[in-house]
């Protein structure tokens, strides 16, 4: 079993970046597919981006690719997601969530662990 929390959502204006992390506790972090998904107010949970056990593979929706890079220290057992150019529609609750399989799955009931989830808004 693992523990996870996210930390370093905010506020910031539309163009600006954030650095989201979450720490795993417990089982290593390493040993699980981990996965950063978003939450609107009245909307469904997406994926947003996905790394695999050893970081070797990473993979993204649409709306952000080329803006959300995701990452991860399996060291320090920390997963993070770097995200530039900021737009409204980027605004929601992040969750981290940790996967016991064996590749990168966009479905959110596929994930076993989920943190508490940190906010971010984009001011426009």
């Known amino acids: 079993q693992v523990q996870l929390v996210e930390s370093g959502g905010g506020l910031v204006q539309a163009g600006g970046s954030l650095r989201l992390s979450c720490a795993a506790s417990?089982?290593?972090?390493?040993?699980?597919?981990m996965g950063w998904f978003r939450q609107a107010p009245g909307k469904e949970r997406e994926f947003v981006a996905g790394i695999s056990r050893r970081g070797g593979v990473t993979s993204y929706a649409d709306p952000v690719k080329g803006r959300f890079t995701i990452s991860r220290d399996n060291a320090k057992n920390t997963i993070f997601l770097q995200m530039n150019s900021l737009k409204p529609e980027d605004t929601a609750v992040y969750y981290c969530?940790?996967?016991?399989?064996?590749?990168?799955?966009?479905?959110?009931?596929?994930?076993?662990?989920w943190g508490q989830g940190t906010q971010v808004t984009v001011s426009s």
């Open positions: 417990g089982r290593t972090a390493s040993s699980y597919v």
């Open positions: 969530a940790a996967d016991d399989g064996v590749q990168i799955r966009v479905v959110s009931a596929q994930y076993d662990y």
